[in-house]
């Protein structure tokens, strides 16, 4: 079992920055990717970015060049940083990791974007 903790969300006005991270219980190595999907209310939860275990990285189309992930190796830890965000990004954002073919969720931490 894998347990991931996330934090950093809030309210931001339009154009704004947040940064959310991610804890896992595991060791980084363990997972084949650590990454972000969310969810806006009444909509499919949506892929963001994710970190492969090798260091190459993956964004959904929609944040491409606003948000950036990183990871702390040594601290198993994923990082996202939002920058120029918009109201439509607007959700509640999931930490996930994938080990031995068994996807892990994170309980979710909510982001608003509103003036």
């Known amino acids: 079992q894998v347990r991931l903790v996330e934090s950093g969300g809030g309210l931001v006005q339009p154009g704004g920055s947040l940064t959310l991270s991610c804890a896992a219980s595991?060791?980084?190595?363990?997972?084949?990717?650590m990454g972000w999907y969310r969810q806006a209310p009444g909509k499919q939860r949506e892929f963001v970015a994710t970190?492969?275990?090798?260091?190459?990285?993956k964004y959904g189309d929609s944040v491409k060049g606003r948000f950036t992930i990183s990871r702390d190796k040594a601290r198993s830890t994923v990082s996202l940083q939002l920058n120029r965000l918009r109201p439509e990004d607007t959700a509640v954002y999931y930490c996930?990791?994938?080990?031995?073919?068994?996807?892990?969720w994170g309980q979710g931490t909510q982001v608003t974007v509103s003036s």
């Open positions: 996930h990791v994938q080990k031995q073919s068994v996807d892990y």
């Open positions: 595991d060791t980084f190595f363990s997972f084949a990717a």
């Open positions: 970190i492969f275990r090798a260091g190459d990285v």
